[in-house]
């Protein structure tokens, strides 16, 4: 159902004016499958998906998503599931309003709304586009859910989405995992960050101020030193303090926000 993409990333790091926010990351991760990259707050995490999806630049290493190259060519391939801080849903809003805002620019047909009730059901949501509920009405797992829904509507070939296990229960965790196993075996590819992962293909980010090496217990090599300044929630000051992206995403290391 899903044309999914490799992505094969070494030695990816990025460093900014406060130290590294990620470091000599590799990543092999075959079309159709899912990985999981495991860190605390503040370990990277976050931007390193950014990366992957071709929404920040790295400072160094290589990145290949597909048979693109270039943060602008990858883009075209992923989307991102919800990214606290990035592409926040709006709550005064609906699920119907944002699905008509991200529903493939295609004729108002039947074959237009299939698409948007199938990309809802993929996503474990009642396949209902004309669902009247505010955001700010759906719980934690919802929203992720809907995120999902939203990024599949591009058809892409890599979807990426943050913080998984954030403010769910156990069982909550357990659902969404199963949900995204199973887009893997439809043919996407999928990364998602967590805090911890049990997943065979786990690329594992050491916590801030920790020592490197490589991660031998999941065979991908993934090393990092995260901003050990970075305040609880470390993700977020990392993303305001380090390399941002803007519209377009070609914001580069060394760069002022405005």
């Not at 990620?22 to 998906?49: C, K």
């Not at 809003?93 to 529903?103: G, K």
Request: with cysteine.
């Amino acid at each position: 159902m899903f044309d999914g993409v490799g992505v094969r990333a070494a030695g990816l790091s990025l460093r900014g004016e406060r130290g590294w926010v990620y470091r000599d990351v590799g990543i092999e991760a075959e079309p159709g499958s899912l990985t999981a990259v495991a860190g605390q707050a503040g370990s990277g995490r976050t931007s390193l998906l950014l990366t992957l999806a071709g929404r920040m630049r790295p400072g160094s290493g290589t990145l290949t998503v597909g048979r693109y190259t270039t943060p602008r060519a990858i883009r075209s391939v992923a989307a991102l599931g919800l990214f606290d801080g990035v592409n926040d849903l709006d709550g005064a809003l609906s699920v119907r309003e944002h699905v008509r805002e991200r529903v493939p620019r295609l004729p108002r047909s039947r074959g237009r709304r299939e698409w948007a009730a199938d990309a809802l059901a993929l996503a474990g949501l009642e396949p209902d586009p004309r669902d009247r509920t505010l955001i700010r009405d759906l719980g934690r797992e919802r929203r992720i859910r809907l995120g999902i829904a939203l990024a599949l509507l591009d058809r892409p070939g890599l979807l990426v989405l943050d913080d998984v296990d954030a403010g769910l229960a156990l069982d909550g965790r357990e659902n969404l995992w199963a949900t995204l196993r199973d887009l893997a075996e439809r043919g996407l590819t999928v990364v998602a960050s967590c805090t911890e992962s049990d997943l065979p293909l786990t690329v594992r980010l050491p916590c801030p101020g920790a020592a490197t090496g490589p991660d031998t217990t999941t065979g991908v090599g993934a090393t990092g030193i995260a901003d050990t300044r970075a305040l609880p929630g470390g993700d977020r000051r990392v993303e305001r303090e380090q390399p941002r992206t803007v519209p377009g995403g070609e914001r580069k290391d060394g760069e002022q926000e405005r």
